[in-house]
C-alpha cells in the first residue's frame, strides 16, 4: 500500500555494472547473501575490503525532485520529492507526498570478492504473469569510492513502480583492483542476473544500464564491449568519463578545478601507472579503458547526459557519439542547462521523464529497433 506523508521540515541534501544468455536460460535459483554468507556463483578474483558512502546518489527526494508545493492532493506531481526514511532527501514547506509502495528487496553475490554484491528491487507476479524489463545500475565515484545502496534506493522503488525490475551492483574498486576488473565485475553482475532472471521474473533479454559518472563509464562499456547489444539492451550515463586519458589531460590544465583534478588522479589509480611517463602495458590500458576504440554496428543505443555546470563535459561524450553514428547506432547526447555532475541532473524536472521515456521505448516487448 502507498504511505502518505506530510513534511514540514527540511531534510538535509546529500550529494549524491560476459556473456549473452538466451531468453529462459536459467541457473539454480540464487539464495539472498547476508553479508558473512558465502558466495553463490564463482566469479572473478576477490575486491577490496568495503566501499564508501556514494558521492552521486540521486539528491533530494529522489529523481527529478523539485520544491513541493502546499497543495494537499495526495498525487503529487510528476518528481516530486518523498521522503522514503532514507537521509537523501531535501523538502521544503508543507507538501504532501506519496512514496512508492516498498518492492520486494534482497542483496545477492554475483563473485566471490566483499564488493560483488548486487541489490534486487522487484515485485511479485502471477504464475503467468509477461516476464518484466530490468535496469542494472552502477554507481559512481571516481571508480574509487560509492556504494549500489544509499541515495539509488528511491531511484530504483520508483522504477519498479513504472513496471521494471531493478538491480543495483557494487564492483571492486581502484586503486586496489586494477582496469579492467571494473568492467569484468560489471559484466559478471550482469551475467548473473541473467542466469536467475526467473527469480526476479526478468527478461534478460530486455536489460538496460543506468550508470552515473564513473558508473556511467562502465555503463557505456557495457553497451560497446564486444557486441554491445549482445549484453543490453540500452545504455543511460549521466556525466561518464568517456575517455580516462582525456579526463588526466583535463585535470593538469592550469584552470582546472579541485573535481577535474581529482578525477586526474583516480585516473592514475584506475590504471595504475602515469600517462605522461606510460609504458606500453599502461598505453594499453587507458585505451582499452577509452570506450570509444570499442564502438562496432552491433552496439547498445544510448543516451549520454551532462549538465552545462558539469565538471565531466560534454565534450567528453562528443567522439563516442560520433562513433556511434558513424557505426549506425542510435545516440543521444543531451546537456542540462545549469546542470550538474551524474545524479544531480535529476534536480531538473526534466530528467527522469526523459529517462523513463528512453527506458520504455527501448525495453518494450518486441525486437529491438
Keep these: 500500500m502507498r504511505k502518505i506523508l506530510v513534511c514540514g521540515a527540511a531534510f538535509a541534501a546529500t550529494c549524491v555494472s560476459a556473456v549473452a544468455v538466451p531468453g529462459g536460460a536459467q541457473a539454480t535459483t540464487p539464495a539472498p547473501t547476508p553479508p558473512t554468507s558465502s558466495p553463490v556463483p564463482s566469479a572473478p578474483p576477490t575486491g577490496e575490503p568495503g566501499t564508501t558512502t556514494p558521492s552521486d546518489a540521486p539528491p533530494a527526494g529522489g529523481p527529478g525532485s523539485q520544491s513541493p508545493s502546499t497543495s494537499s492532493t495526495s498525487h503529487p506531481r510528476e518528481g516530486e520529492a518523498a521522503p522514503d526514511g532514507e537521509p537523501d532527501g531535501t523538502v521544503t514547506a508543507q507538501a504532501v507526498m506519496v512514496t512508492p509502495e516498498l518492492p520486494k528487496f534482497r542483496t545477492y553475490a554475483y563473485g566471490k570478492g566483499p564488493s560483488q554484491r548486487v541489490d534486487a528491487y522487484w515485485r511479485e507476479a502471477g504464475p503467468r504473469a509477461t516476464p518484466r524489463p530490468a535496469v542494472l545500475i552502477l554507481h559512481g565515484g571516481y571508480w574509487l569510492s560509492g556504494d549500489k545502496g544509499g541515495g539509488w534506493k528511491y531511484f530504483a522503488r520508483r522504477l519498479t513502480e513504472e513496471g521494471f525490475v531493478v538491480m543495483s551492483a557494487n564492483y571492486r574498486l581502484a586503486p586496489k583492483a586494477q582496469w579492467p576488473a571494473q568492467r569484468v565485475d560489471s559484466l559478471a553482475a550482469l551475467t548473473f542476473i541473467k542466469q536467475h532472471a526467473r527469480t526476479w521474473n526478468v527478461d534478460p533479454r530486455r536489460i538496460a544500464v543506468i550508470g552515473s559518472s564513473a558508473g556511467g563509464h562502465l555503463a557505456t562499456q557495457l553497451g560497446t564491449f564486444g557486441t554491445g547489444t549482445a549484453q543490453v539492451r540500452g545504455v543511460?550515463?549521466?556525466?561518464?568519463?568517456?575517455?580516462?586519458?582525456?579526463?588526466?589531460?583535463?585535470?593538469?590544465?592550469?584552470?582546472?578545478?579541485?573535481?577535474?583534478?581529482?578525477?586526474?588522479?583516480?585516473?592514475?589509480d584506475l590504471v595504475q601507472c602515469v600517462p605522461g611517463a606510460a609504458s606500453k602495458d599502461c598505453w594499453d590500458r587507458l585505451e582499452d579503458a577509452d570506450?570509444?576504440?570499442?564502438?562496432?554496428?552491433?552496439?547498445?543505443?544510448m543516451l549520454l547526459m551532462h549538465g552545462s555546470d558539469d565538471f565531466i563535459p560534454t565534450a567528453q561524450s562528443a567522439g563516442l557519439a560520433g562513433g556511434l553514428r558513424a557505426a549506425g547506432v542510435p545516440v543521444t547526447v543531451k546537456t542540462i542547462e545549469g546542470g550538474g555532475h551524474a545524479a544531480h541532473l535529476l534536480?531538473?524536472?526534466?530528467?527522469?521523464?526523459t529517462i523513463l521515456s528512453w527506458l520504455k521505448n527501448r525495453l518494450k516487448a518486441g525486437p529491438p529497433e
Excluded: C, F, W
Excluded at 570506450?291 to 543505443?301: I, L
Excluded at 534536480?347 to 521523464?353: A, C, K, W
Design 291 to 301: 570506450t570509444s576504440t570499442h564502438v562496432s554496428a552491433g552496439d547498445a543505443p
Design 347 to 353: 534536480e531538473d524536472g526534466n530528467t527522469y521523464p
Design 236 to 268: 543511460i550515463a549521466m556525466s561518464p568519463p568517456i575517455s580516462p586519458y582525456l579526463a588526466y589531460q583535463t585535470g593538469g590544465k592550469p584552470a582546472a578545478t579541485p573535481s577535474q583534478q581529482k578525477l586526474r588522479q583516480a585516473v592514475v
